[in-house]
């Protein structure tokens, strides 16, 4: 790699990593401190609102005691470090509760700087040991050669005899307790990189899913082939590179007789002598060492699930093809708006407005208790000689969203004109027009003197919007009267509203 390469790719090291922006951050003691703190493997997710409560307390005593000031709320410093890629913003698998978590790339650099803070020596016996170790295994499990392989075994069988034979002799040589101490640290040292590997593998996954979804939106000869996988039952994420290496660390960690194995070992450690030397939190790292692995993995095993699951459902209920038509249109409408703004200003009237849906997020301090007083519906009460405070177009809106008794008030409307061509038969013989006509119809207020209102105010809307649909208006007004549900009488000038026939409830 040449030096103009590989100061182009530093460069783009340096901008996009986030593990290196929050180094050199101004604020990075307060954000590594307060982030280093606050989560840890009892505490591995915090809330949303907690958390930003646990921060503005950090913030208040950092600025009591050593006298730094802190413009902004601790509800914006955690929204900068989320967008910042410090913290990680995700909802749980159950219930509606957002929490906030550590990023891979704030593990990184917390780890870079406890090493810095307490720095191990790295050229020790155990790790050059498990150097050697590991390439020796490397080179036997890559080599085919039979007779390379037999002779390895032999040697191992022949330094195992040996050390039985000096066992039977009652000789047992053990590691003095410097080389084992320092051993155990090395151990410690490694098995803490195994969580923030946890968590970049979980990364991994959400940006293989991610680029699972564009790709199949995206329509392409690629999308054709993951869809075929898919519907034929490959899992795409489990067979990625990071998918098959966490497939066989879960299957190691799964493996019974080993985990056993390891636990006990692992007691017997915490056991020897040496453990004292140990500090208390490397103690408690070591001892809880199996069930943080298992619960980590366990975790991240469920994440690949269920993106597995969710994008076998997206393919198979065949949810891609509308989205692929909403994407065609949404690219198709920015093509547009591109060809246009290059002709027509970002301010231009073009003659047509669009509502936009949204919501009004407004502070917890601005909220207050309902009084459902406030919530009464208004009387329909006007005062003599005035006009009627609602329209007819109102009535009928009231009407159709009110629980109001319509079968009840039909009934009534019709007995009332029942008994109006009754009385009209007993007086055939009156003279007069006005007087004819005044008979065949009964108003509003003649049914509710005949029968009152059994739902108050309810029972006067219903009757007009009866009226308004099945009569018709008549000249002037008339004055109407209920009773409420708290009995307290009431009345109001309305504009006649006439029967002329039998009516039906609406």
């Known amino acids: 790699m040449s030096v103009i390469t590989d100061v182009v790719a530093m460069r783009e090291l340096v901008e996009d990593s986030a593990t290196l922006k929050l180094l050199r951050a101004r604020n990075a003691p307060v ?36 006298g730094l000031s ?31 978590e550590p990023s891979p790339d704030a593990m990184a650099a917390l780890a870079f700087t406890r090493g810095l803070r307490e720095p191990r020596r790295v050229a020790t016996e155990s790790r050059l040991a498990t150097i050697v170790d590991r390439i020796g295994t490397l080179a036997l499990a890559i080599d085919a050669n039979v007779e390379r392989r037999t002779q390895d075994l032999l040697r191992k069988r022949e330094e195992l005899d040996a050390e039985l034979r000096e066992l039977e002799a ?7 307790e410097d080389r084992a101490v320092e051993a155990a640290l090395e151990i410690i040292a490694l098995a803490e990189e195994v969580p923030l590997d946890f968590g970049r593998v979980r990364q991994d996954f959400e940006e293989i899913n991610a680029s699972l979804y564009e790709t199949i939106l995206n329509d392409t000869e690629e999308s054709e082939d993951i869809l ?3 519907f034929a039952g490959v899992d795409r994420i489990s067979s990625s590179p990071s998918g098959t290496s966490f497939r066989a660390f879960y299957e190691l960690l799964g493996d019974v ?27 408690i790292f070591l001892r809880d060492l199996m069930r943080i692995l298992r619960q980590r993995s366990e975790e991240v095993d469920d994440v690949r699930t269920a993106f597995a699951r969710g994008l076998r ?35 231009a009237d073009v003659g047509q407005s669009l509502d936009l849906s949204g919501v009004s997020i407004k502070p917890v301090s601005g909220l207050g208790l309902r009084n459902p007083l406030e919530s009464r519906s208004a009387e329909l009460v006007v005062a003599e000689g005035e006009e009627p405070a609602i329209s007819y177009e109102m009535v009928r809106s009231i009407a159709r969203q009110s629980e109001i008794d319509f079968a009840e008030l039909a009934g009534n409307v019709n007995r009332c004109l029942a008994a109006r061509e009754a009385m009209r038969g007993e007086q055939e013989g009156a003279s007069g027009d006005d007087e004819r006509e005044w008979r065949r ?46 009995g307290v009488r009431r009345q109001a000038h309305i504009g006649q509203l006439r029967f002329y026939e039998e009516v039906v409830p609406v």
């Open 257 to 283: 007789n080993r985990s056993e194995t390891l636990e006990d070992e692992t007691r017997a450690i915490l056991e020897h002598p040496l453990a004292g030397r140990l500090t208390l939190a490397q103690r």
């Open 228 to 230: 075929d996988d898919i």
């Open 31 to 66: 954000i590594l401190s307060i982030i280093g703190n606050r989560f840890d493997e009892s505490h591995r997710t915090i809330p949303v609102q907690e958390f930003e409560g646990l921060v503005e307390a950090d913030l208040a005593e950092i600025s009591f005691r050593l």
């Open 441 to 486: 119809w009964v108003s509003v207020g003649d049914v509710l003197h005949s029968f009152p209102a059994t739902q108050g105010v309810a029972s006067v809307v219903g009757l007009m919007a009866l009226a308004l649909e099945q009569g018709e208006l008549g000249d002037g007004t008339e004055m109407i009267a209920w009773t409420t549900q708290e």
């Open 313 to 347: 459902r997206f393919v198979q209920n065949r949810n891609y093809q509308q989205d692929r038509i909403l994407k065609r249109s949404i690219d198709h409408s920015l093509a547009l708006a591109r060809q246009l703004v290059a002709k027509v200003g970002l301010r």
């Open 170 to 176: 009652g000789h047992v040589e053990t590691m003095d």
């Open 70 to 100: 802190f413009e902004r709320s601790a509800h914006d410093y955690c929204e900068d470090w989320r967008q910042d890629g410090y913290l990680v913003r995700r909802p749980l698998e159950r219930g509606r509760q957002e929490v906030f």
